[in-house]
């Protein structure tokens, strides 16, 4: 038997299917689900950036009724942050493969999108959890100053910021999680089927 | 549109339960195929004719099954063989010896050889698969031939 004795067997195999009413609700379904879902992602991106946004003028407000100069310099990063979160989230969005390229352009564009992906989450404490956490300890911290313009550390806040500090430790560990379960395993099969198209 | 894609799905219905079928993992079939079929949807609204339509089907059921993110990748890296599945629903009580030959011959080569050998079987030209996989045509012709000679040394002599 050769290779080519299987074409009418493999023609058989992937003859057009007969079933159209079966096919017409299926098509709908998807129909549906894609709306859905384009629903969805567009609902939690203008959700991610207005909320930032809309936590700015609360920040310009702080600064007109300022304690100090610590508590300036914290509102400050935190204006900063609210600004520079969404635009990194929406510059990783822009790397987005279309499905209808050769597959080895999908696959080499998928890898770059998964590696800023997998970067971005990795790197989170630098770009959300840092500027965002230095912001706050800045603004509580400067409400507390003295005549002589010194912070004081109550035992409340000593708590509060161990409590902050702690949070932050769990969103670095989940997102770090997240990006080992999710990224990792999909950059490993892009860059294995890279690899067998350069066999 | 909605009556055309319909059109186009019946017509290919075979290639894209084979596509999702050679690429899923056990027990997530109904979700690859669904999931390419979405992916045609979203894709055929922008679809401009630019290149043959069996072209554009490929492209984007490849792609799709290619990055499907499956639910628990960890738990789920027993493969379910094409023959297992595709066999199971397509040719219950039939004759199934070339069949079973063609699958498990299927399943021994990795992602891309099989996908070139689909399009081949498929009747698809060596300049159209080359358009598809994006290498050359010439790579396409190489890996075909070392394909069948994969094949007969494994098979030749087996059956008359």
Known sequence: ????????????????????????????????KTLKIDKEIKRRDILEILIALLLIPFWVYGLFSSAGNIQ???????????????????????????????????????????????????????WYLLPLLTGIILVTL??????????????????????????CIAVYLLNKRAANKKFAPLLKQVEKKLAQLDD | ???????????????????????CHHGEFDDMYQEILLQLWRSFESFKGNSARET????????????????SIKHKEIKQTVAEQFIQENQMGQEICQADVLNSFMNSLNDIDATILMMYLDGLSSDVSADVIGITANAVRVRIARIKNEFENQYIGEQS
């Open chain 1, 1 to 32: 038997m050769r290779l080519d004795d299987l074409k009418e067997e493999w023609q058989q195999e992937i003859e057009p299917a007969k079933c159209e009413d079966h096919l017409k609700a299926l098509v709908d379904e998807v129909k549906t």
């Open chain 1, 72 to 126: 300036s310099i914290g509102l400050w990063v935190l204006i900063i942050a609210c600004l520079f979160i969404p635009y990194k989230l929406i510059k990783a969005k822009q790397v987005s493969p279309t499905k209808d390229a050769s597959v080895k352009g999908f696959l080499i564009k998928e890898q770059e999108k998964l590696k800023l992906q997998n970067d971005l989450v990795n790197s989170v404490v630098w």
């Open chain 1, 142 to 167: 400067g409400g507390t100053v003295n005549e002589f313009g010194v912070p004081q550390i109550t035992e409340q806040l000593a708590i509060y910021y161990s409590f902050l500090g702690l949070l």
């Open chain 2, 1 to 23: 549109m909605s009556v055309e894609f319909e059109h186009v799905i019946a017509n290919n219905q075979g290639r894209i339960r084979y596509i999702a079928a050679r690429y």
């Open chain 2, 56 to 71: 554009w089907l490929y492209k984007v059921a490849l792609n799709t099954a290619c990055t499907f993110v499956r639910k």
